[in-house]
C-alpha cells in the first residue's frame, strides 16, 4: 500500500486586519493537527488584494502568532509572490480547454443579472463564450478578456467534509467562475488551489464560512489535474447572545488579550475547547492537546465565547505560573513594578488568589509600589480619623521600639498582644493599619502587607496618617448609574416632527432585529420568509431575497439583524413583507452579507449615529422612492466593514454595525 504523504496543514489570513479570535482558533487548529501527525504547519499571506494589503496588520498577525505560541514551521509564503505561476495554471487550462476567455463587457452581465433579478431567478453566468474558437478576436473590441473555468454543466460536486461530513453542491448551482481578471491577476480562488498544491497541502482547516468556496476550488483542482487536499470546516464562533462573533467587535485581536492580562497558555487552553473537545477535560497542556488533538473531536455547532470561562482558566495558570515569570509578564504590562522585583517575590501567593488577570494581579500589588504618601480610598480614610489615628500613634511607638524578627510569624502575636493591652478587638486595630499601609480597605492579611512593605515604610505610612498627609479619592461608584439616565432623558420628551431641516437617515427608523423563525418562500426561490423580533408586541414578518446567499444553516432563529421598521408594506412575490432587512452587498450582486449588530446589543434598540437627531417618521409609513432613496446612495460599509451613513457610523449601544468580510460596498 501506498503510504499517505506527510500531513501539512496552513493557516492563511488576509492582511486587512489584526489576528482576531476566530483567525487565532483557526490558526491554533492547524498546528495542533500538524503537530499531532508529526506534520507541518505553514503560514501564508494572501495579499493578492493590493488595495487592502496592510503591511502593519502582516506585523500583527505573525506577533499574535508568536504571543500564543503558534509556531509555524519554514518561511512565511506570500501569495503576490506566485503571481506568474497562478497565471501559467490559467494559460495551462486555456490550453486544454478547461478554460476559456471570456469577453462579456460589464453592461451586457449588469444586464443579465438584472434579467434575473426581474424573473426571480439567481443569477449564473449562462456560457456566452465558453465555445468561441481559440483565435476569436472580439467584435466589440475587447482585449482585456477574463479568463473563466469551465464549470460541469450537470451532476454534482461532492466532498468528505472532516468536520461537517458529506457536503453535495449541484453543479447547476456554480457558474463558470472567473479565475483571472481582465489585467491578469488571479482571484483568490484560483490563486488559493495552486498556492495549496504546490505547497503540498494535505489538509485544509478553516472556518465554516468558507464551505461555499470549496466546491469552487474543488472543479479548479480536477480542471487542473490534481487531487485536492482534506477539507475541514469548523463552525464558527458566537458570542454570548448567540450571534457570529464579529472580527470588528468583541472578536479583538491576539494582541489587545495579551494588554487584557491574559496569560498565552490560558488562550491557547481557552480557544482549543471552542468547538472541540477530549472527553470532558477542560484544563489541559498544550502538549496534551497535542496528543488529543484529532478532527473527530470537533462538533459541527458553533461554540459560544464566554469572557468569565477565560478569566477563569487564565486564574488557573495564573496560580501555576513560576514567580520570575510572572514577574516579567506584569513588568511587560506595568513597567513601574521593575524595582519592586524582591517584594513581589515574597508577595507571590498572597496576589496569586486575588487576581484573574495579570491587570488585576498589578492592582492587587497596588500597596507594594504605591509611593508615600499614600492615596486613601474614601471608605478607608475614615478609618484612620479619630480613634483610628489614637490606634496608629500607638503602633508607631509599639514598632520604633521593636527590635525582634520581621515575619509575618513574629508580628502576629505583637499586634494581638498591643490589641488586648488598650482593650480593643483585634479588627479595630487592623482597619485603621490596613487603611494607612494599603488605602484601602480589602487587602492581603495585615501581617502579610507588614512584612512585605517593610519596616522603615510601615511606620512611616501610619506617621502620614497620622499627620493628615494622605489625599483622599472620593468613590467613583455612583457615576455610572446616573449616566445613562441623564443621555435618556431628551429622547423621553414629546419627539420632534420631522423637519425639512432632519437628516434624511434619522427619518428612518432601524432597529437591532431577533430572527424568530425563518422559510423558504413557497412562490420563489430566492426568497426567505422571516420573522423577526424588533421589540414590538408580536415579531414582524419580511421577505428577503437571501436565499442564494445564507443556507438554513446560517439563516436560522437566534440570530441578530438590522431591520428598517418604517417602510410601508410591500408585496413580495405574494407575501406581505413588513420591513426590509439591511445587507452590504458588492457591485455584481455575486455576494450579499447581512449587516450584523454588534455582540450585546438590544432587540429593538435603535441604530444611531452620533451627532444626527431626530424621530422617525411613523411605523409603516415611508414609502421606498421617498426617504429611502436619498438614504441608500450614502449608505455603505468603510474600509474595515464598518456602516457608514456620509461619514457617520452606524451604531448601537453595545457598538458598531458591521458587515464582516464586505468593505467600501453599497448597503441596501
Not at 255 to 269: F, I, K, T
Request: hydrophobic share 35%; proline share 7%.
Amino acid at each position: 500500500a501506498m503510504s499517505s504523504p506527510p500531513v501539512i496543514t496552513r493557516f492563511a489570513p488576509s492582511p486587512t486586519g489584526y489576528l482576531h479570535i476566530g483567525g487565532a482558533r483557526t490558526a491554533l487548529f492547524c498546528f495542533l493537527y500538524a503537530r499531532h501527525f508529526g506534520g507541518q504547519f505553514k503560514l501564508r499571506i494572501e495579499d493578492t488584494d493590493a488595495e487592502r494589503h496592510n503591511e502593519d496588520a502582516v506585523a500583527a498577525i505573525c506577533q499574535g502568532m508568536e504571543w500564543l505560541g503558534v509556531k509555524h514551521d519554514g518561511d512565511i509564503v506570500r501569495q503576490s509572490l506566485n503571481k506568474t505561476r497562478h497565471q501559467e495554471v490559467a494559460q495551462q487550462l486555456i490550453s486544454e480547454k478547461k478554460a476559456y476567455k471570456c469577453y462579456c463587457s460589464k453592461e451586457r452581465l449588469d444586464g443579465l443579472r438584472a434579467e434575473a433579478e426581474k424573473n426571480k431567478l439567481p443569477f449564473r453566468y449562462p456560457g456566452t463564450c465558453r465555445e468561441l474558437p481559440a483565435d476569436h478576436v472580439d467584435p466589440g473590441g475587447c482585449t482585456d478578456p477574463v479568463v473563466r473555468i469551465k464549470a460541469p454543466l450537470e451532476g454534482n460536486t461532492a466532498w468528505d467534509d472532516e468536520v461537517q461530513g458529506t457536503i453535495t453542491v449541484p453543479n447547476k448551482d456554480i457558474d463558470d467562475l472567473v479565475i483571472l481578471r481582465g489585467d491578469g491577476s488571479p482571484t483568490y480562488l484560483l490563486a488559493v488551489v495552486v498556492d495549496d498544491h504546490d505547497m503540498q497541502i494535505t489538509n485544509v482547516i478553516r472556518g465554516s464560512d468558507h464551505i461555499s468556496n470549496t466546491p469552487r476550488q474543488i472543479i479548479i483542482y480536477e480542471a487542473a489535474g490534481w487531487k485536492h487536499p482534506n477539507f475541514g470546516h469548523i463552525p464558527l464562533i458566537h458570542g454570548p447572545d448567540g450571534q457570529k462573533l464579529s472580527k470588528r467587535h468583541g472578536a479583538i485581536g491576539c494582541e489587545q488579550y495579551e494588554s487584557m492580562g491574559y496569560l498565552p497558555e490560558a488562550m491557547r487552553n481557552y480557544l482549543s475547547r471552542l468547538s472541540w473537545a477530549h472527553g470532558n477535560d477542560e484544563i489541559f497542556s498544550t502538549e496534551q492537546a497535542i496528543e488529543w488533538f484529532t478532527l473527530e473531536g470537533c462538533s459541527k455547532s458553533p461554540s459560544c465565547f464566554d469572557f468569565d470561562k477565560l478569566k477563569d482558566l487564565n486564574a488557573h495558570y495564573i496560580k501555576e505560573c513560576d514567580k520570575d515569570r510572572l514577574f516579567d509578564l506584569v513588568k511587560k504590562l506595568h513597567p513601574d513594578v521593575g524595582p519592586f522585583k524582591a517584594q513581589f517575590d515574597m508577595a507571590v501567593d498572597m496576589l496569586k488568589p486575588r487576581a484573574k488577570t495579570l491587570l488585576e494581579y498589578r492592582e492587587a500589588a497596588d500597596f507594594i509600589c504605591a509611593k508615600r504618601p499614600l492615596v486613601l480610598e474614601e471608605k478607608a480614610a475614615k478609618g484612620v480619623t479619630g480613634g483610628g489615628k489614637d490606634v496608629l500613634t500607638g503602633i508607631i511607638e509599639l514598632l520604633k521600639g521593636y527590635s525582634g524578627e520581621w515575619t509575618p510569624e513574629a508580628l502576629e502575636p505583637l499586634i494581638v498582644k498591643y490589641a488586648e493591652d488598650k482593650g480593643l478587638k483585634l479588627g479595630q486595630v487592623a482597619q485603621p493599619m490596613r487603611a494607612a499601609l494599603t488605602g484601602t480597605t480589602a487587602s492581603p492579611g495585615i501581617y502579610e502587607v507588614m512584612w512585605v512593605v517593610g519596616k522603615e515604610d510601615v511606620v512611616g505610612r501610619c506617621q502620614d496618617a497620622v499627620d493628615g498627609k494622605n489625599e483622599i479619592k472620593a468613590a467613583p461608584k455612583k457615576e455610572p448609574k446616573e449616566a445613562p439616565k441623564k443621555e435618556d432623558k431628551p429622547k423621553k420628551g414629546n419627539p420632534p416632527p420631522a423637519n425639512a431641516d432632519q437628516p434624511e437617515y434619522t427619518k428612518l427608523e432601524i432597529k437591532v432585529g431577533l430572527l424568530t423563525k425563518t422559510w423558504h418562500h413557497p412562490e420563489s426561490d430566492k426568497l426567505w420568509c422571516e420573522e423577526i423580533d424588533v421589540g414590538e408586541e408580536k415579531p414582524r414578518e419580511v421577505a428577503s431575497g437571501l436565499r442564494a446567499f445564507y443556507t438554513e444553516e446560517e439563516f436560522k432563529a437566534g440570530r441578530k439583524v438590522c431591520v428598517v421598521t418604517n417602510l410601508k408594506p410591500a408585496k413580495m412575490a405574494g407575501f406581505e413583507s413588513c420591513g426590509m432587512v439591511l445587507c452590504a452587498a458588492n457591485a455584481e450582486h455575486t455576494k450579499v452579507e447581512l449587516l450584523e449588530p454588534p455582540e450585546g446589543a438590544a432587540v429593538g434598540e435603535r441604530v444611531v449615529i452620533d451627532g444626527l437627531d431626530g424621530e422617525p417618521l411613523p411605523p409603516n409609513q415611508v414609502a421606498k422612492k421617498s426617504i429611502l432613496k436619498n438614504v441608500l446612495p450614502d449608505l455603505k460599509t468603510d474600509g474595515a466593514g464598518v456602516a457608514t451613513w456620509k461619514g457617520g457610523v452606524l451604531k448601537t449601544s453595545a457598538g458598531p454595525c458591521t458587515a464582516p468580510t464586505m468593505f467600501d460596498s453599497p448597503i441596501g
